[in-house]
């Protein structure tokens, strides 16, 4: 097998990640976490089933990877070191956990699959002889049609929030107070000098507001010119106006 190398972030997909929490929270499907990091830590951007022995050109990132272990040899074992090298390669590749179907092929779930994942921090799921790989794979596109949902909710439910408060008696502050609510933090509005108008919410460190002020200065509009006046032009300007010497002949 190749040697690894760490893969970019996984590309993210047009829906809301599902927490490994949720997944293994359906009872229906029975999965039980076995080796890797805490199911609180881990997120799943989609499902794939492969059973080549290096699944690595075959993964995205981010995700759930689905085996029964088809591509494990006959001679592998503790002494070996292919389950090593195949979690490696998921690992390398981004992947977030691995689900291991017991039956038909195995009975149980290699113990030396188990120490490989937990060496190098892969989830690893026990998938029960009654559940089927497509049924996992639906169980995850519910919960992410499901936090979706919840997204467009959210959205919806703070755009009519903040419509609102714009249209209160006192609608800058109001909407001031929406944002901060919302968004868990601190709401400003400067003027165009980069002083400040009005705020809510809990404010930062000194710091982080010295860096808001100086951004202020970044993105302030530039001063109209007054009317009437052009701006000057250098020179070597080839656009800039020029007068004509007098008596010479107007340029065709």
Known sequence: MEGTH??????????????LTALLAREDLGLRQLAGPPAEDVVLHWVHTSEMADPYPYLLGGELLLSAGVHIPEAAGPGTSYFDDYVSRIVAAGGAALGFGVA???DTVPQALVAACASHGLPLLEVPPRTTFSGVARAVWQLMARARLAELRRVTEAQQSLATAASRPDPVPSVLRQLAQRLGGWAVLYGPEGTEIASAGRKPGEEARAALTRLTEVVRPSR????GSAAPHSGSDPGAPRQAEPGAPPRS
């Open 104 to 106: 038909p092929v195995h």
């Open 224 to 227: 109209p010119t007054q009317a």
């Open 6 to 19: 760490t893969m970019p972030d996984p590309a993210v997909p047009p829906t809301p990640p599902v927490p």
